[in-house]
C-alpha cells in the first residue's frame, strides 16, 4: 500500500530554514519520483521541486536559490530544506509521488508550516 | 512556463445539476509521438490532501466515480461532474503533466 508522511516543525522564525522529511512507504524510491508541493493558506498548488528516481533533482525556478531535495532510499526518505524563510512560505507542504507520466497518483496528508517570530 | 487558467472560480449547484469546470493552457499539451494529452484533475476536500480524478485529459483513475469525465485537447479541457452529489464539495484544480515546471490552475470551488 503506497503512503507518504511528511514530518517537520510547525513553526519557523523568518529567515531560519525549514527541514521537512516525507517518509514513503510501498514503493521504491529508485523506482519513482517524489514531488514536493506548497499550498499557502485558502489559495492554490505550487509545484516546488522533485528528486527523481535516478536521484537527479529539478526546482521552480521562483525557488531554485533557496530550495534543496535529497533522499536517504535505504530509509525511504526524501527531505526538502528551504533557506531564507518568510512569512509568504507559510503553507501545507505535501509530498506526492507521480506516475511515469508526472500525474499525482499519491499525496501525503501535509504539513502546516508557519513562518513566523 | 506552462500557463494553467481556470474557470470559474467558484460556483454554486444544487444537487443532481451537471458542472462544468474549465482549464485553459497557454500552449498545446498534446503530444506529438503518442497524440495523448497531458492534462489531470484533481479534487480536494476541505482539510484534505489532493485526490487524482483524472489522468490523460480523460483517464479516470481506479475508484473515482464515472459522473467525473473529462474532455478537450490541445488547449482546451473540460472537467463535467453529472448529478452532483453533496460529497462533490471541493476545490478542483487541473494540472499540466506535459513539460517542467508542473503547473497548476488556480482552482475551481464548488458549492452545493
Known amino acids: 500500500q503506497v503512503q507518504l508522511k511528511e514530518s517537520g516543525p510547525g513553526l519557523v522564525q523568518p529567515s531560519q530554514t525549514l527541514s521537512l522529511t516525507c517518509t514513503v512507504a510501498?514503493?521504491?524510491?529508485?523506482?519513482?519520483?517524489v514531488h514536493w508541493v506548497r499550498q499557502p493558506p485558502g489559495k492554490g498548488l505550487e509545484w516546488m521541486g522533485v528528486l527523481w528516481n535516478t536521484g537527479g533533482t529539478r526546482y521552480n525556478s521562483d525557488l531554485k536559490s533557496r530550495l534543496s531535495i535529497s533522499k536517504d532510499t535505504s530509509k525511504s526518505q526524501v527531505f526538502l530544506k528551504m533557506n531564507s524563510l518568510q512569512t509568504e512560505d507559510t503553507a501545507t507542504y505535501y509530498c506526492?509521488?507521480?506516475?511515469?507520466?508526472?500525474?499525482?497518483?499519491?499525496w501525503g496528508q501535509g504539513v502546516m508550516v508557519t513562518v513566523s517570530s | 512556463d506552462i500557463v494553467m487558467t481556470q474557470s470559474p472560480s467558484s460556483l454554486a449547484v444544487s444537487a443532481g445539476e451537471t458542472v462544468t469546470i474549465n482549464c485553459k493552457s497557454s500552449q498545446s499539451l498534446l503530444s506529438s509521438g503518442n497524440q495523448k494529452n497531458y492534462l489531470a484533475w484533481y479534487q480536494q476536500k476541505p482539510g484534505q490532501s489532493p485526490k487524482l480524478l483524472i489522468y490523460l485529459a480523460s483517464t479516470r483513475e481506479s475508484g473515482v466515480p464515472d459522473r467525473f469525465i473529462g474532455s478537450g485537447s490541445g488547449t482546451d479541457f473540460t472537467l463535467t461532474i453529472s448529478s452532483v452529489q453533496a460529497e462533490d464539495l471541493a476545490d478542483y484544480y487541473c494540472q499540466q503533466h506535459y513539460s517542467y515546471p508542473l503547473t497548476f490552475g488556480s482552482g475551481t470551488k464548488l458549492d452545493i
Open positions: 510501498g514503493f521504491s524510491l529508485t523506482s519513482y519520483n
Open positions: 506526492a509521488k507521480t506516475s511515469y507520466n508526472n500525474y499525482f497518483d499519491y
